[in-house]
């Protein structure tokens, strides 16, 4: 996790884009960033410092944005001088998406993963079967040629007048179609679902409904393995139960 410092030591950054600064709103929601703040109500900022080890980052999801931002938040500006790289999005008033079961958030959800778009040309993202390739032997079965967003945390997934849409593509990953909604599922069942009942939730897309078995089940051993291996580093307490659960249910 990456330790947040104050956004006043990028002030004057900021306010070449956003013009003077009269309301600033901590964000504490996300690891990677040491900026992450909400200006005038208007602007979301994060940033990291030039020399950051994950600076990377930053023009991963510059690059990527134009390409999601109908399912995230628009770009509005970057700035990488004195020191910083920052990125101003459009801020979005919204809610963290809610997993529990019954959750009316959950077919927002499945309407905006339809409409992910394919993973664009010209753009540096992970490989699956690489990303993987720790936790599987058969890392190979996740290759594919879609876009994936794999971090299903519920705090980057805000609901919007109604609408489901997808923050911090900082790892936006090529690979399988089905990739996100299997992602998701191990979210789903450390919200309380049951295995079944979170394979039928991401069945209502076809790219999961259509997954060869084999595959699916490979990527479910995969989750247990990696949710593991975080272990107290986790987002969520259970994760690693749930993956292991649903890694269980497969094999049966």
């Not at 956004?7 to 504490?28: C, D, F, M, P, Y």
């Not at 938040?73 to 919204?94: I, K, M, P, Q, R």
């Not at 599922?185 to 060869?212: M, N, Y």
């Not at 949710?227 to 249910?249: M, R, S």
Request: charged share 20%; proline share 6%; glycine share 6%.
């Amino acid at each position: 996790m990456t330790e947040r410092t104050s956004w006043r030591s990028a002030q004057e950054l900021i306010e070449k884009h956003t013009g003077q600064i009269t309301s600033a709103r901590s964000v504490n929601e996300g690891y990677n960033s040491e900026i992450a703040v909400v200006i005038n109500e208007t602007t979301f900022v994060k940033g990291l410092r030039a020399d950051h080890p994950r600076v990377w980052t930053q023009e991963r999801e510059r690059q990527i944005n134009p390409h999601v931002c109908h399912v995230s938040a628009a770009l509005l500006w970057s700035e990488t001088s004195a020191g910083w790289d920052l990125n101003g999005f459009e801020f979005l008033d919204g809610h963290p998406a809610t997993y529990l079961p019954g959750s009316h958030d959950l077919e927002r959800i499945v309407a905006m993963v339809a409409r992910w778009p394919s993973a664009p040309a010209g753009v540096e993202m992970k490989q699956a079967p690489l990303r993987w390739a720790s936790y599987s032997d058969r890392a190979d079965l996740f290759a594919g040629d879609c876009l994936s967003h794999t971090d299903w945390s519920p705090s980057n997934v805000l609901i919007v007048h109604g609408q489901a849409r997808m923050l911090d593509w900082a790892w936006p990953t090529k690979g399988a179609c089905w990739l996100d909604p299997a992602c998701w599922i191990v979210w789903l069942i450390a919200s309380g679902h049951t295995p079944e009942q979170a394979e039928a939730r991401a069945c209502e897309l076809r790219t999961f409904a259509t997954a060869p078995k084999e595959a699916v089940s490979a990527f479910a051993a995969a989750q247990a393995a990696m949710w593991e291996d975080i272990g107290e580093h986790a987002p969520h307490p259970g994760l690693a139960a749930a993956a292991a659960n649903w890694a269980k249910y497969r094999s049966a």
